[in-house]
Antibody, heavy 122, light 106 residues
């Protein structure tokens, strides 16, 4: 049973870079069955896809965030990471990591990590 | 913009049937997915590829997708089903989520 756990700072200053890590247990991160994604949820609002790293090489991301998003994988530590640069208060949210499964444009997220609240302060 | 539209809220009496809808242009030509998010918890997948229940999801959950609307149906709703429900699909190379529907069981 795959399990994911986010970690990182809960407070980031405006204009700086948000960096989060997702530790994967219960299976190898190099498995081709799983791709690795990040989703966020602003307080009291809905889910917003940030991006997904496919086959450890290619990142697809939300168009409004594309220039600021980097997703990478560390197979030696069985974890993947998110970097979001030049953050503002609008980036305050609970950040979830998740395994993306499926094929082509028919993919879904399962399971999800427990989530980590990141607040951007001025 | 590429939107999936959900009603903000749905109410159902215990034991009755709740239908939660998700609308998007030609959504029936794609696959729809559904997540349940209980208060303070992470989302959980409850339906994938329109009609398939993951292991561990009760049989009272079912799904359909045709035309411009995907529907998540909960037959015999229980208090434990009270949660926010989100639909998800793909549009122009990007993952999109609906705005969410709060299901109240009372």
């Amino acid at each position: 049973q795959l399990q994911l756990q986010e970690s990182g700072p809960g407070l980031v200053k405006s204009s700086e870079t948000l960096s989060l890590t997702c530790a994967v247990s219960g299976g190898p991160i190099s498995s081709s069955r799983h791709q690795w994604g990040w989703i966020r949820q602003p307080p009291g609002k809905g889910l917003e896809w940030i991006g997904t790293l496919y086959y450890g090489v290619t990142t697809y991301s939300r168009s409004s965030l594309k220039s600021r998003v980097t997703i990478s994988v560390d197979t030696s530590k069985n974890q993947f990471s998110l970097r979001l640069s030049s953050v503002t208060a609008a980036d305050t949210a609970v950040y979830y990591c998740a395994s993306e499964m499926g094929y082509s444009s028919r993919t879904w997220f399962d399971p999800w990590g427990q989530g980590l609240l990141v607040t951007v302060s001025s | 913009s590429h939107d999936l539209t959900q009603s903000p809220s749905v109410s159902v009496s215990p034991g009755q049937t709740a239908s939660i809808t998700c609308s998007g242009d030609k959504l029936g030509d794609q696959s729809a997915f559904w997540y349940q998010q209980r208060p303070g918890q992470s989302p959980v997948l409850v339906m994938y590829q329109d009609t398939t229940r993951p292991s561990g999801i009760p049989e009272r959950f079912s799904g359909s997708n045709s035309g411009n609307t995907a529907t998540l149906t909960i037959r015999g709703a229980q208090a434990m089903d009270e949660a926010d429900y989100y639909c998800q699909a793909w549009d122009s190379g990007a993952v999109v989520f609906g705005g969410g529907t709060k299901l109240t069981v009372l």
